[in-house]
């Protein structure tokens, strides 16, 4: 019976290979022989795991790219070696080339999608199923070096690889424990480093990975379509070549009417941790533009209200190029005052918040009030809140539908958990304020198209101001341990490192959310310019904008090419350059 099922499972290997190579109309895979490769979806809710067989996408070795002039546009790929394993594949990129113009080869990233142990729950909910003791397999981190990260499928571990001076070492990460608070660990301690570039890797017969591509176009980009290659070898002979075909449009996206921040723990420290809480300035650095490059224009400072560490804290923000007009300030809060001395207190740190912002150029800031205040504690710092608007500061701080009702005249901005609702956000803005979203949900769940989804277009249609997802970074326990809390998963779009930022999916699905607002923002300010009576394209981009805001069809990259159609026809109202632009792109 044994040596039968396994005469079966060969027949079956064969036969996929030759359907999966030699199926027609994809004359570009007859080169891979035993080696399946399809195209996917990105921003997919479906997770690919080692096991993932048939492969979802499309088999195919051309990678086809549109985006915009200073935009990031993610690709990704599945290989699957169906006879033998794939040993030390390498990877090269060339440069990107168009008819009378160059992209750099150094634009094109990159790295594994990592696959490893999350606790229960793990793709779908930031809590602990099962009381975490449940164990899943899920895609989440994108690693230049996929042997950073190894995984025990019969212990259901995880183990790091820290790169101590005495030589590397690796070091469980899946003890499970009932902490209650989080665990800052010194760089020297738990040093933990990506690649700089992207490793070789050996890839076990019939075992699927994925490959993340990501290209950044810059904003000196002439329009047109590129050509390029990603090359692929290994040790057995395989030399196979992926070819990226990126079309750069004309047009440049106007940047996205919602805000979008993010809650960001991280503050300077003198000693580097890898945690969400003490970052030294490489750290810092990093994530910052980190950030910058995912569509965060202004994270929330919880830098300490000291003048020296404060002062450099903005000024490293300004440096990287995020927003210096407005502030939103959780290093110190508004609290519920009651005593004069307790006023006083507050006065004074005031006092100093706007004299170190005034150093600063800062126009607006905003100061954080008692977090997800219900009942009588959210009306008890009425008092507290009349004083800090009498100072010219506003007030903001994350709350529930109910605080309108109570406190909606003095509260300048909530940010809202949960579902969006549009009523409320009607309500705020009829009192000159603003909304923003959190909780929906908070990070931590893998899952790339929720966050894309819920943080990009829902937003939009639900007329909300802006975005404060929770959080960039929260440890619950230990950052890189996700079994170690006892209510929690950690909250993490990304991971810290020694030196930089470990990206994931979710925080890439986050990145094409704010990408489809600009998108949209884009179409809906040409429009405002288009003079009247409106030509049919117009009306019909118009059109199209109202059936969005009655819903958001399931297919977001089917919206994206659908907005990006209509763009196109309005730039050629206006006299824009589209000839470079494919036909099929124009809808003409």
């Not at 001395?341 to 150093?359: F, T, V, W």
């Not at 109910?402 to 009523?423: H, I, S, T």
């Amino acid at each position: 019976m044994r040596l039968f099922h396994q005469i079966v499972v060969i027949a079956f290997l064969v036969v996929s290979t030759a359907l999966y190579v030699g199926l027609p109309g994809n004359a570009e895979t007859s080169n891979l022989g035993p080696v399946l490769v399809h195209v996917v979806d990105p921003i997919s809710g479906e997770p690919v795991l080692p096991t993932t067989f048939p492969l979802p996408g499309v088999a195919s070795t051309t990678i086809n790219l549109v985006a915009c002039r200073g935009e990031y546009e993610p690709a990704s790929i599945v290989i699957r070696p169906m006879v033998r394993d794939l040993e030390n594949l390498k990877f090269s990129v060339g440069d990107l080339i168009a008819d009378h113009a160059t992209i750099s080869h150094s634009q094109v990233d990159l790295r594994f999608v990592k696959v490893w142990f999350q606790a229960g729950g793990g793709w779908n909910t930031i809590g602990l199923s099962h009381k975490g003791k449940t164990r899943v397999l899920v895609p989440e981190l994108l690693l230049k070096d996929d042997g950073l990260v190894q995984v025990d499928e019969k212990a259901k571990a995880n183990f790091l690889k820290l790169k101590f001076a005495s030589g590397a070492k690796h070091v469980s990460v899946s003890q499970p424990a009932a902490l209650r608070s989080r665990t800052v660990t010194s760089v020297a301690e738990f040093p933990i480093y990506d690649s700089a570039e992207i490793q070789p890797i050996t890839i076990a017969r019939a075992e699927t990975k994925q490959l993340w591509v990501t290209v950044y176009v810059p904003p000196d980009a002439a329009d047109g379509t590129y050509k390029g290659t990603i090359t692929l070898t290994d040790d057995g002979g395989l030399l196979e070549n992926l070819e990226v075909s990126l079309t750069v449009l004309p047009v440049d996206l106007r940047a996205p009417r919602i805000e979008y921040s993010i809650y960001y723990r991280g503050t300077l420290s003198e000693v580097p941790s890898i945690s969400s809480e003490k970052k030294g300035e490489t750290q810092f650095l990093a994530e910052l533009r980190n950030m910058l490059a995912h569509g965060v224009g202004n994270p929330t400072v919880y830098q300490s209200l000291d003048r020296v560490s404060l002062r450099k804290t903005l000024e490293m923000r300004r440096h990287v190029g995020l927003d210096a007009s407005t502030l939103f300030y959780l290093g110190t809060g508004t609290g519920n005052p009651k005593t004069r001395d307790e006023l006083n207190g507050l006065s004074r740190r005031l006092e100093a918040l706007k004299q170190i912002a005034g150093e600063q150029g800062i126009e607006s800031t905003y100061l954080y009030g008692i977090d997800e205040a219900k009942g009588e504690k959210l009306v008890s710092q009425r008092t507290a809140w009349k004083l800090v608007r009498s100072e010219g500061i506003k007030v903001f701080t994350a709350g529930y539908s109910e605080a309108f009702p109570v406190v909606g005249d003095l509260l300048d901005l909530l940010v809202m958990a949960g579902r969006l609702q549009k009523a409320q956000a009607e309500k705020f803005h009829s009192a000159g304020h603003k909304i923003f979203s959190y909780a929906n949900p908070q990070t931590g769940p893998e899952n790339p198209e929720i966050f894309r989804r819920n943080y990009g277009l829902e937003l939009w249609r639900n007329d909300y101001d802006g975005a404060m997802p929770y959080a960039y970074q929260d440890s619950m326990g230990f950052i890189w341990n996700d079994f170690d809390h006892a209510l929690y998963r950690d909250h993490n779009f990304t991971y810290p490192t020694g030196d930089g930022v470990i990206d994931t999916l979710a925080w890439e699905g986050f990145r094409e959310g704010v990408d489809d607002v600009r998108y949209v923002t884009t179409l809906e300010e040409m429009l405002e310019t288009i003079p009247k009576p409106y030509l049919p394209s117009a009306i019909d981009a118009l059109r199209y904008l109202d059936r969005l805001r009655g819903g958001i069809p399931s297919n977001l990259t089917d919206v994206r090419s659908e907005i990006v159609r209509h763009i196109l026809r309005l730039s050629s109202l206006q006299g824009a350059r589209v000839s470079s632009a494919p036909s099929q792109l124009r809808g003409q």
